[in-house]
């Protein structure tokens, strides 16, 4: 196995870490994290226990992913953005047991500084824009922004928007992949 750690880092007893994945500088990995393949955690974030994250997922410096959250394959967490666990916290008042789930679905870009309020799945490939306030459920595909956030487009899986309406009966192709995609109501599906 073959897991970099830089010595800085804590990775308790009992933290699953994939192959080839990278710990940096100043992180913490508590006991019971399972962290896949090919996985980059930077600088300065903590993954607390029973969190889930996928294969080549990518977590920029001074992210915390707090217990409740799965983060699946090929996600990306950009800088300082926000997880929450708890909807309404209050220091004197003990919520454990009140932990929200959180679902990034595979392929979900999160921009710098944006928060995701627990309790919300965000669908796959779904783009947050940097500073947004993720409040509610993220469709598959969608572009998200501001605060709190609204869908103002489509991303394809490249990574480039789409030329769609936000609904509707519309099929278009990503100038990059080639891949064909097929708005259907409120729905977007990249065709096979």
């Not at 929450?84 to 392929?107: C, D, F, M, W």
């Not at 278009?172 to 708005?183: E, I, K, M």
Request: include cysteine; charged fraction near 15%; glycine fraction near 10%.
């Amino acid at each position: 196995m073959s897991v970099s750690v830089h010595p800085s880092a804590i990775v308790d007893d009992g933290a699953q870490i994939g192959d080839n994945s990278r710990i940096w500088h100043f992180t913490h990995v508590c006991a019971t994290a399972v962290i896949g393949q090919g996985c980059s955690l930077g600088q300065n974030v903590f993954v607390a226990d029973k969190v889930c994250i996928g294969n080549n997922v990518k977590i920029q410096n001074n992210v915390s992913v707090y217990e409740g959250v799965t983060l699946e394959d090929d996600v990306f967490c950009g800088p300082s953005m926000v997880f929450t666990n708890v909807y309404n916290p209050r220091s004197a008042i003990t919520r454990k047991n009140e932990y929200r789930q959180t679902l990034v679905g595979k392929g979900a870009t999160l921009g710098a500084n944006c928060t995701i309020v627990c309790g919300v799945t965000i669908g796959q490939y779904a783009f947050i824009g940097a500073g947004a306030v993720i409040n509610k459920d993220v469709p598959a595909y969608a572009l998200m922004v501001g605060v709190p956030a609204r869908q103002i487009g489509w991303m394809s899986e490249y990574g480039e928007q789409l030329d769609l309406p936000l609904a509707g009966s519309a099929v278009t192709t990503c100038p990059h992949s080639g891949h064909t995609y097929r708005l259907d109501g409120q729905t977007l599906c990249k065709e096979q």
